[in-house]
């Protein structure tokens, strides 16, 4: 239900590059062809390994803790502008994931360019809505549609940079969600890297009545309180990663993340608390 899940951003953090490129510690006097075998332009890539994970989750009617091992891999294969992998495929600008989403990476500013650090992208994808009944009987169905977004990206300096994206739902519901952050990523060392991110959404009056609000009818239905709701911010949210690169293959990630439903979503009564958290440990192997 909400837009926001800081819980899912931890389930693949151990998916990430290495801190260290294997050409950074592979010593100098390997040959060439040992340092380059992960070169980023062509072949295969992978990153395989395990992610420990601790959730709990209050944006929904039932509060829900979970501790669980999960298996996590990364596998992608590239040649020149085409790579497919567990991302999905991709020609150039131009993606599509598993999930659907098609994604055009539209505008991106030259060096040279006044706007350089600013890219453009346009996604299109399904809007899967809600299903009758969820979370309790008696409520209705959210019909699924079509999902618009326009984002931007505007790199600050080589640490910091910003985004902000606009998504548009083209289903009965007509909601419009905007959000926008700010991306840290602060080399530690040559093997360490603490990225941190700060997030908060707004959303208009459709999305937060479908998604928050319980009219007259559903309130007498499902006993829940009748409960309106308005337009404003819907969630904030920050994130922390930790990664160290052991040696050339081996690393390690740790993470953790806290969002809080704000406004009329944060007192809806389709939801038992106004916080999600997660902390996350992962140990990874790059080939």
Not at 26 to 37: A, I, L
Not at 43 to 66: F, I, R
Not at 128 to 152: C, K, M, Q, W
Request: aromatic fraction near 10%.
């Amino acid at each position: 239900m909400n837009r926001f899940n800081a819980s899912c951003f931890f389930t693949l953090l151990i998916l990430t590059p290495a801190v260290v490129s294997a050409n950074d510690v592979v010593p100098e006097n390997e040959t060439e062809e040992e340092g380059s075998k992960f070169d980023s332009e062509s072949g295969w890539e992978g990153t395989v390994g395990l992610v420990y994970q601790y959730n709990v989750e209050q944006s929904d009617l039932d509060t829900e803790s979970e501790s669980e091992i999960t298996p996590a891999f990364d596998i992608t294969y590239r040649s020149g502008k085409w790579s497919a992998g567990t991302d999905g495929l991709a020609y150039g600008p131009l993606s599509i994931d598993w999930d659907k989403n098609v994604t055009y990476e539209f505008y991106t500013a030259t060096d040279e360019s006044v706007l350089s650090g600013l890219t453009l992208s346009a996604t299109l994808g399904p809007d899967l809505g809600r299903d009758a009944n969820d979370p309790v009987e008696g409520l209705d169905e959210i019909p699924s549609g079509t999902l618009f977004s326009l984002s931007s990206s505007y790199e600050i300096n080589d640490a910091l940079s910003m985004g902000v994206d606009v998504e548009r739902s083209f289903s009965d519901s007509k909601s419009v969600v905007v959000s926008g952050g700010l991306y840290a990523s602060i080399p530690l060392s040559e093997r360490a890297v603490l990225d941190l991110s700060t997030t908060t959404s707004w959303a208009n009056d459709e999305h937060m009545q479908a998604y928050y609000g319980v009219s007259s009818t559903e309130s007498v239905r499902t006993d829940l309180a009748e409960h309106s709701a308005s337009s404003g911010l819907s969630s904030t949210g920050i994130e922390a990663s930790f990664s160290y690169s052991l040696n050339e293959h081996w690393g390690v990630n740790l993470g953790a993340s806290y969002s809080r439903l704000q406004g009329d979503a944060a007192n809806s009564p389709l939801v038992s608390g106004d916080t999600d958290s997660s902390l996350s440990l992962g140990v990874g192997y790059q080939f």
